[in-house]
């Protein structure tokens, strides 16, 4: 069953039904049955729907940002901000596809050879509810660009953005066997992987989704994208303004109420400004981030997705106080709806599971670092690899830290942030491949070598 719950008070507002094995059948049917047409159309073609889709978008962006703050409590800025940057993502493939897909001459041994771009399939793309658009943006844009067909199954809490997006690919022209939606559940995606005429998969998601679908997948060798987890460190080796550094960082980690892979989840801190950078934070984090609606544009600090996500991240912070943190504010469940109160915890260490999991919810955790290179030991003390941020006034520094750690991504005085032209990625738990920029448009691509 699809279930749209509001998180704010915890009404149920619809329920879908899952799509029966044959449904599913037919889906599949239809994307394999789409591609030879959609790959047929010139780049140029492909590129002028996937432009139309832009514009539908950045029409349709308040209806986009009520739905999403109905389904899983996203702020209604923030859900328009979402908007913002899918319509900035479809934009980008539709003007820099045609180049990205342009053959590549090569000088060889003995002769010359060329690289030609072609789509490889139909391809399944499972996406989750943090951001129910942009991460669907993400996988769809280059994949129509490219002359790939999708079959996408959205998260359960999210079957509104689900078939608001599909109704956008349409209205832009994306014939209906290019693009498809289904309510398959979790349990038919074993079979959809296994079925040949499926030919690869984009997940993003938990680590465990990673590791069943990449199971499956690799049993049926299908190529796989999976964006999972993260905890990014975030450290501040100096600063000559504390205030706008607490600021900066603060909300970088309370952005989406805590759940995005990639928010700064370890603030690490230099000790000569640990002391100051942790009471500044525990008031601003106390004082500012208040709960309330997230249909009201002042609102700070809107519910999680559900009572479920609010119940763990609970449990987990209540877990790491239990095995030796310190609580220095927040940590309690506020009810009716999913809400949780901004929270700072400070002494975890090595042992407590705080220190190695990811706490996927509006909770800081720092850490005191003696030196730099204790800053970065610690920062690459994680199972995961997917951003990390270094704040400071040195440069040099800071490029010279960033080099160090063990990431996909390294943001300067910033953290995290996706952008249409840049790649995201992360390396070890957090996930193999990598989207958006010039890379978000390969990982389905046939890289044919002809030798001439
Ligand atoms: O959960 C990961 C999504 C990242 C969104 C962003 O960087 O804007």
């Known amino acids: 069953m699809y279930v749209v719950t509001n998180p704010a008070n915890g009404e149920l507002v619809e329920e879908v039904a899952n799509s029966t094995n044959e449904e599913v059948q037919?889906?599949?049917?239809?994307?394999?049955?789409?591609?030879?047409?959609?790959?047929?159309?010139?780049?140029?073609?492909?590129?002028?729907?996937?432009?139309?889709?832009?514009?539908?978008?950045?029409?349709?962006?308040?209806?986009?940002?009520?739905?999403?703050?109905?389904?899983?409590?996203?702020?209604?800025?923030?859900?328009?901000?979402?908007?913002?940057?899918?319509?900035?993502?479809?934009?980008?493939?539709?003007?820099?596809?045609?180049?990205?897909?342009?053959?590549?001459?090569?000088?060889?041994?003995?002769?010359?050879?060329?690289?030609?771009?072609?789509?490889?399939?139909?391809?399944?793309?499972?996406?989750?509810?943090?951001?129910?658009?942009?991460?669907?943006?993400?996988?769809?844009?280059?994949?129509?660009?490219?002359?790939?067909?999708?079959?996408?199954?959205?998260?359960?809490?999210?079957?509104?953005?689900?078939?608001?997006?599909?109704?956008?690919?349409?209205?832009?022209?994306?014939?209906?066997?290019?693009?498809?939606?289904?309510?398959?559940?979790?349990?038919?995606?074993?079979?959809?992987?296994?079925?040949?005429?499926?030919?690869?998969?984009?997940?993003?998601?938990?680590?465990?989704?990673?590791?069943?679908?990449?199971?499956?997948?690799?049993?049926?060798?299908?190529?796989?994208?999976?964006?999972?987890?993260?905890?990014?460190?975030?450290?501040?080796?100096?600063?000559?303004?504390?205030?706008?550094?607490?600021?900066?960082?603060?909300?970088?980690?309370?952005?989406?109420?805590?759940?995005?892979?990639?928010?700064?989840?370890?603030?690490?801190?230099?000790?000569?400004?640990?002391?100051?950078?942790?009471?500044?934070?525990?008031k601003r984090v106390a004082e500012y981030y208040v709960p309330g609606d997230p249909a009201d544009p002042e609102t700070k600090l809107p519910p999680l997705a559900s009572v479920a996500a609010a119940d763990e991240v609970a449990a987990q912070v209540a877990k790491a106080v239990e095995q030796g943190a310190t609580l220095r504010t927040g940590g309690h469940r506020i009810e009716p709806g999913a809400f949780l109160e901004a929270t700072v915890l400070t002494d975890v260490a090595p042992g407590m599971d705080a220190y190695y999991e990811e706490i996927f919810g509006p909770v800081v955790i720092v850490f005191r670092a003696e030196t730099e290179d204790d800053a970065v030991r610690l920062a690459n003390d994680t199972p995961f690899g997917l951003g990390a941020s270094v704040w400071g006034t040195d440069p040099d520094r800071l490029r010279r830290v960033a080099e160090r750690i063990d990431a996909g991504m390294v943001y300067l005085n910033r953290a995290g942030g996706s952008q249409a032209d840049l790649p995201f990625g992360g390396i070890k738990r957090s996930g193999i491949g990598r989207e958006l920029g010039p890379a978000g448009i390969e990982e389905f691509m046939n890289k044919k070598s002809i030798r001439l």
């Open 26 to 282: 037919e889906a599949i049917g239809r994307v394999h049955s789409g591609f030879p047409g959609w790959r047929s159309r010139t780049v140029a073609e492909r590129a002028a729907i996937v432009a139309r889709a832009a514009d539908l978008f950045e029409e349709r962006v308040d209806e986009f940002a009520n739905i999403m703050t109905l389904e899983m409590g996203k702020r209604i800025n923030e859900g328009r901000g979402e908007i913002g940057i899918v319509v900035d993502i479809f934009r980008y493939y539709a003007e820099h596809g045609p180049a990205l897909l342009a053959d590549e001459p090569l000088d060889i041994k003995g002769g010359r050879a060329v690289i030609t771009k072609s789509p490889i399939g139909a391809l399944l793309g499972i996406m989750p509810w943090n951001f129910p658009c942009y991460q669907v943006a993400r996988f769809v844009a280059p994949n129509l660009v490219l002359g790939n067909t999708i079959l996408l199954k959205h998260a359960s809490i999210c079957p509104r953005s689900a078939r608001a997006i599909e109704e956008v690919l349409r209205d832009a022209g994306v014939p209906d066997d290019v693009y498809v939606n289904t309510f398959a559940s979790s349990r038919q995606i074993p079979a959809i992987l296994a079925d040949p005429r499926i030919q690869g998969v984009s997940l993003t998601g938990s680590e465990q989704a990673g590791m069943s679908v990449a199971a499956e997948a690799g049993r049926h060798l299908k190529k796989t994208v999976l964006e999972l987890g993260g905890s990014d460190p975030l450290i501040v080796l100096d600063t000559d303004d504390m205030d706008e550094t607490v600021n900066a960082t603060a909300t970088a980690r309370m952005r989406n109420c805590g759940q995005s892979c990639n928010a700064p989840k370890r603030m690490i801190v230099l000790a000569d400004i640990y002391d100051e950078y942790v009471d500044q934070l525990t």
